[in-house]
């Protein structure tokens, strides 16, 4: 069994077409089929466009999720897939940022859940700085 409960997958994308970021058609056809190429389990989604520009949407994943986040105003589009199961993140990662048109791309990754390096913290205790 793995110390680790999940993988929380971060990608940024910069210098998106502003067309498709502002889009809650688009943004929703991108998320969905890139969950589905990467072999995730879709349980349900749910998408928003906001006044006057930028569209946010989530998708439920029997593995966890997949979530956006857009500024059309400044071509960027942030994204999160968290996955306790196996799925392919960067056959998601690759479909997001083609589809969103990105000219730069940024991944990053956070375990969570790591159930060897936990330790004890009273709620409210300032976090380390060392983080």
């Known amino acids: 069994m793995s110390d680790v409960l999940g993988y929380h997958y971060?990608?940024?994308y910069h210098s998106c077409d502003v067309s498709v970021i502002n889009s809650e058609s688009d943004?929703?056809?991108?998320?969905l089929e890139a969950a589905r190429i990467s072999g995730a389990t879709i349980i349900d989604s749910f998408f928003h466009s906001f006044?006057?520009?930028g569209v946010s949407g989530v998708i439920v994943i029997a593995e966890s999720h997949l979530s956006i986040h857009t500024w059309p105003e400044h071509g960027y589009a942030a994204v999160d897939l968290f996955s306790c199961g196996d799925f392919d993140y960067q056959k998601a990662l690759d479909y997001i940022g083609d589809g969103?048109?990105?000219?730069?791309?940024?991944?990053s990754v956070v375990e969570r859940g790591n159930l060897a390096g936990?330790?004890?913290?009273?709620?409210?205790?300032p976090v380390s700085e060392d983080l």
């Open 118 to 125: 936990r330790s004890v913290k009273k709620v409210g205790a």
């Open 10 to 12: 971060l990608a940024e």
């Open 100 to 107: 969103l048109v990105s000219e730069e791309r940024i991944y």
């Open 51 to 53: 006044s006057p520009q």
């Open 27 to 31: 943004i929703s056809e991108i998320l």
